[in-house]
C-alpha cells in the first residue's frame, strides 16, 4: 500500500487548486510537499521593492474564491501572499503541507502500480523515500531563478542580490547599483531602486514592451459593494478578462487574424513610451525590435519616467565582464559599482520542465523525452507513458494571461478525470499515444496563427522558447476553448487499469 493516495509538488496557487479539486473528489490523504518554508509560491520566495501582480486583482485569483478586499486594482505581493494564507486556512490545505522538503526525483514502480518519490530536507539531512497512487508537480513556471553567464560575475566583491532571493536589509541608500535586465520583475523594481541609488546604471540587453498601468487605490464603498453584492466583482472580473484577452491573447496567439490589433498594441506602447521619455536617443534605445508579444510585455506607468533622472543610466552596449568592482561593457567603458541587482529571469528550459527526475513507464525520462523527442503533454495536463501522473506546468498548458485561468481549467481537468478514474472503478489512468499525439498536432497547426511563427521574433530572447527555438508555453487558442475541452475533452481518450 502506498504511503499517500496523493502527492502534489509545490504549495502555490497551482498546487492548492489541485489539492482542492482532490478534497472536492473525498481524497483527504494528500501531502503537499514544497521546498520553501512556506506556501504562496513565488509570493512566498519573491518580495523585492515594487512587487505587484502584473495583472488585475479582479482576475488574478480564483474565482470560486473572490476577494472583495483587495486593496489595488493590481495587487502588491504582500496582499496575494495574504490571499494564499486565506485560501489554504479556508480549504483545510495547510495540514497537508510540509515545508523545507526537496523533491529531487521521482519513478514509477510497475509491479506496484504507484509513483516513489526521493526527498531530503532543504537544510541538509537524510534522504527518504515515499509512494503515492498519483504524482502530481505544481512547481509553477517561474521557480529556478537563472544566473547571467558572465564572465567575472562570481568574482564582484560588492553586494549581490538576485530579485528572487532580494536581501531586505542590503544598504542601497546613496549607493552605485546596477541592474542587470530589463524584464517583467526590473519594471518593477527599477523605479523604486533609483529613489533610493546614488546612481543607478541600467543594462539592457532586449528591451521591454511597456503599456500604461490603470492600477488606483480601491476605494472602501467599491470592496462594499464587492462583498454585499458578488455579481458586481463578477461583471468587473469579466470585464477584465475580455480587455486581457482582446489587447494581449488575441494580438499574440491569432496574430494571423488580428495582426492590427497587434500592431495597434505596439503603437500604444510606443505612444506611451513616447509621453514619458524626453530623449529620443533614450526612447529609441527603449524600443523593441521585434513584434509585440514575442516577449511577455508589462504594465508601467512609472518605469520610463525612471529614465528621465539624471541619476539614473541607461546602458546597451553589452557586458564584457564583471571585475570585483565594476562592469566593463562592450565599448570599453568601465562602471564603478557598489550593488550588483541580478534581474536576470528564471530558467525554464534547463532545470524546470519538469523541475525534478521523473521517471515513467519502461524507464521512460520525461524531461529528456521532452528535450529530445519534444514538448507535449495533452490538454496541458498528462503525458503518455506517465501513468497517475499530472503536470500542472507544462507544455502548452498556459491559457490566458492570469495563471488562474490556467490552474482553473486544469482543476476541470483533474475533476472529470478523477471522476472516470472511480467511475471505472480503476486504479491507473494514462493517456494513450493517439489522444496525445493528436493533440501536440492540434496546437502545433494553431500556432501557426500565432507571432510566434508569424511575427518578428528573432530578437526577443523570450523565455517562451526553448532552448531548441519552440514556443511551446503557451495553449495557441482562446481561454473560451481552453475552458470547453477542460469541460469536454473525450474521457475515452485515457486507458483504465
Known sequence: MADHDVIIIGAGFGGMGAAISLKRLGYDDIAILEREDDLGGTWHVNHYPGLAVDIASVTYSYSFEPNPYWKHWFARGSELKQYAEHVADKYDLRRHMEFGVLAEGARWDEDARHWVLTTKPVGGGRRRTRTARFLMTATGFLSQPRLPDIEGVEDFAGTVIHTASWDDAADLDGKRIAVIGTGATAVQLIPRIAARAGHLT?????????????????????????????????????????????????????????????????????????????????????????????????????????????????????????????????????????????????????????????????????????????????????????????????????????????????????????????????????????????????????????????????????????????????????SANARRAGEHFPLEDYAYA
Open 202 to 478: 541600467v543594462f539592457q540587453r532586449t528591451p521591454i514592451w511597456v503599456t500604461p498601468k490603470t492600477d488606483f487605490r480601491i476605494p472602501r464603498p467599491v470592496q462594499q459593494l464587492f462583498a454585499a453584492q458578488p455579481w458586481t466583482q463578477r461583471a468587473a472580473r469579466k470585464a477584465n478578462s475580455l480587455w486581457l484577452e482582446g489587447m494581449m491573447v488575441t494580438a499574440v496567439l491569432h496574430y494571423k487574424q488580428a495582426k492590427l490589433l497587434n500592431q495597434g498594441a505596439a503603437r500604444l506602447a510606443k505612444a506611451h513610451l513616447k509621453r514619458q521619455v524626453h530623449d529620443p536617443e533614450i526612447r529609441a534605445r527603449l524600443t523593441p525590435d521585434y513584434s509585440f508579444g514575442c516577449k511577455r510585455p508589462t504594465f508601467s506607468n512609472e518605469y520610463y519616467p525612471t529614465f528621465n533622472r539624471p541619476d539614473v543610466t541607461l546602458e546597451t552596449a553589452g557586458i564584457e565582464r564583471i571585475t570585483p568592482t565594476s562592469i566593463v561593457t562592450k565599448d570599453g567603458t568601465e562602471h564603478e559599482v557598489d550593488v550588483l541587482v541580478l534581474a536576470t529571469g528564471f530558467n525554464l528550459w534547463d532545470t524546470n520542465f519538469p523541475a525534478i527526475e521523473v521517471i515513467g513507464r519502461d524507464g521512460k525520462d520525461l524531461g529528456k523525452s521532452w528535450r529530445t523527442s519534444g514538448y507535449h503533454a495533452f490538454e496541458g495536463v498528462t503525458v503518455s507513458g506517465f501513468p497517475n501522473f499530472i503536470s500542472l506546468n507544462s507544455p502548452y498548458s498556459y491559457s490566458g494571461l492570469s495563471y488562474f485561468m490556467t490552474i482553473e481549467v486544469q482543476m476541470r481537468h483533474i475533476e472529470r478525470l478523477f471522476g472516470a478514474l472511480a467511475e471505472q472503478d480503476a486504479d491507473t489512468f494514462e493517456i494513450t499515444q493517439r489522444a496525445d499525439a493528436e493533440f501536440l498536432d492540434h496546437m502545433l497547426a494553431r500556432m501557426d496563427d500565432t507571432v510566434f511563427n508569424r511575427g518578428s521574433c528573432a530578437t526577443a530572447r523570450s523565455y517562451y522558447y526553448t532552448n531548441e527555438g519552440d514556443a511551446v508555453l503557451l495553449r495557441p487558442t482562446s
